[in-house]
């Protein structure tokens, strides 16, 4: 009996670890940023107020969600990170989608060091690889300085401190995490189907649009969310290349907590924040599933 309950046992241990990881670090960190989005600021360590007052009565107020609807700063923030992050998405899948189609076709030797030199960026601070890019960016940089040798402009251009700059940084540093999820999608493909539609009489486009972008699908959306949530709440690369002037979510949720020392307000735009990055998110997981349920 006691043999016959024991992979049951283990198997509930080893399911259960990951709901238990969650609750410690997801559930009860967020459960602790609402109770503070539900404060008031005081000036007072911790800075904000209770969640019962004196009296023993909850002590939550909306003002801060509301303060969020109401201005205009907040609402220009968030579509700005959301454009940026979507823009940096979208050329990710662009050239990372043809690099891991060329990894996972090459050679096996080949196909190692490919894989090791889309790797090796992640060997180095990433903290170290902005801080080149603000070296190349600059008025004075290597792409200015080139720029200038070939005659192609008489002085700087400025790309240092501008949205270009942040979308040239999001791209760069995320594109690795595009193009894993499609390699291994594309790397477990069969050829044979492709030859057979084209045998078929179907054209190379109508190939890829019939048989690769369909397998190799599952890539594709980890690979957007691998890089559109992170870089919507990206604050080193906005900081560094984007400088003081560059208004996305990041930043100004540095800014509440630790310049203006507005916690609740703060908390309040984490919470939205994580709402407009989990809602779409669990609708896409729905309806993926409906449709693998109807096919």
Same mark, same amino acid.
């Given at each position: 009996?006691? @043999?016959? =309950?024991?992979?049951?046992?283990?198997? =509930?241990?080893?399911?259960?670890?990951?709901?238990?990881?969650?609750?410690?670090?997801?559930?009860?960190?967020?459960?602790?940023?609402?109770?503070?989005?539900l404060a008031d600021p005081i000036i007072?360590?911790?800075?904000?107020?209770?969640?019962?007052?004196?009296q023993g009565q909850l002590s939550v107020?909306?003002?801060?969600?509301?303060?969020?609807?109401?201005?205009?700063?907040?609402?220009?923030? &968030?579509?700005? !990170?959301?454009?940026? +992050?979507?823009?940096?998405?979208?050329?990710?899948?662009?050239?990372?989608?043809?690099?891991?189609?060329?990894?996972a076709r090459s050679s096996s030797s080949?196909?190692?060091?490919?894989? $090791?030199?889309?790797?090796?960026?992640?060997?180095? !601070?990433?903290?170290?690889?902005?801080?080149?890019?603000?070296?190349?960016?600059?008025?004075?940089?290597?792409?200015?300085?080139?720029?200038?040798? $070939?005659?192609?402009?008489?002085?700087?251009?400025?790309?240092? &401190?501008? #949205?270009?700059?942040?979308?040239?940084?999001?791209?760069?540093?995320?594109?690795?995490?595009?193009?894993?999820? $499609?390699? +291994?999608?594309?790397?477990?493909?069969?050829? #044979?189907?492709?030859? @057979? @539609?084209?045998?078929?009489? @179907?054209?190379?486009?109508?190939?890829? %649009?019939?048989?690769? %972008?369909?397998? +190799?699908?599952?890539?594709?959306?980890?690979?957007?969310?691998?890089?559109?949530?992170? +870089?919507?709440?990206?604050?080193?690369?906005?900081?560094?290349?984007?400088?003081?002037?560059?208004?996305?979510?990041?930043?100004?949720?540095?800014?509440?907590?630790?310049?203006?020392?507005? %916690?609740? $307000?703060?908390?309040?735009?984490?919470?939205?924040?994580?709402?407009?990055?989990?809602?779409?998110?669990?609708?896409?997981?729905?309806?993926?599933?409906?449709?693998?349920?109807?096919?």
């Amino acid at each position: 009996m006691s @043999a016959a =309950r024991e992979p049951v046992t283990w198997k =509930r241990i080893t399911v259960a670890i990951p709901y238990l990881w969650l609750l410690v670090f997801f559930l009860l960190p967020f459960a602790i940023i609402l109770k503070i989005s539900l404060a008031d600021p005081i000036i007072a360590r911790p800075p904000f107020t209770p969640l019962f007052d004196d009296q023993g009565q909850l002590s939550v107020t909306f003002d801060n969600f509301l303060f969020l609807l109401t201005d205009k700063l907040y609402a220009y923030t &968030y579509l700005k !990170s959301v454009f940026m +992050a979507f823009a940096a998405t979208v050329l990710c899948l662009l050239l990372g989608f043809p690099m891991a189609y060329g990894i996972a076709r090459s050679s096996s030797s080949m196909r190692s060091l490919l894989l $090791l030199l889309i790797v090796l960026p992640f060997w180095i !601070s990433f903290l170290l690889r902005v801080y080149a890019w603000m070296g190349l960016l600059n008025n004075y940089g290597v792409i200015n300085n080139t720029l200038m040798f $070939l005659g192609v402009t008489d002085q700087p251009i400025q790309i240092m &401190y501008t #949205d270009l700059a942040i979308f040239i940084g999001l791209t760069y540093s995320y594109l690795p995490f595009m193009i894993l999820p $499609l390699y +291994a999608s594309l790397e477990r493909m069969d050829l #044979d189907l492709v030859e @057979a @539609a084209q045998d078929l009489g @179907a054209s190379r486009t109508q190939a890829f %649009w019939d048989i690769t %972008w369909p397998l +190799a699908r599952p890539g594709v959306i980890a690979g957007c969310l691998l890089v559109f949530i992170p +870089a919507m709440g990206e604050y080193v690369i906005p900081y560094l290349l984007g400088g003081p002037e560059s208004l996305l979510i990041g930043r100004v949720l540095f800014d509440e907590f630790f310049v203006n020392r507005d %916690w609740p $307000l703060a908390s309040s735009v984490a919470i939205v924040l994580l709402l407009l990055l989990v809602v779409p998110i669990v609708f896409m997981q729905r309806n993926d599933a409906r449709q693998a349920e109807a096919e």
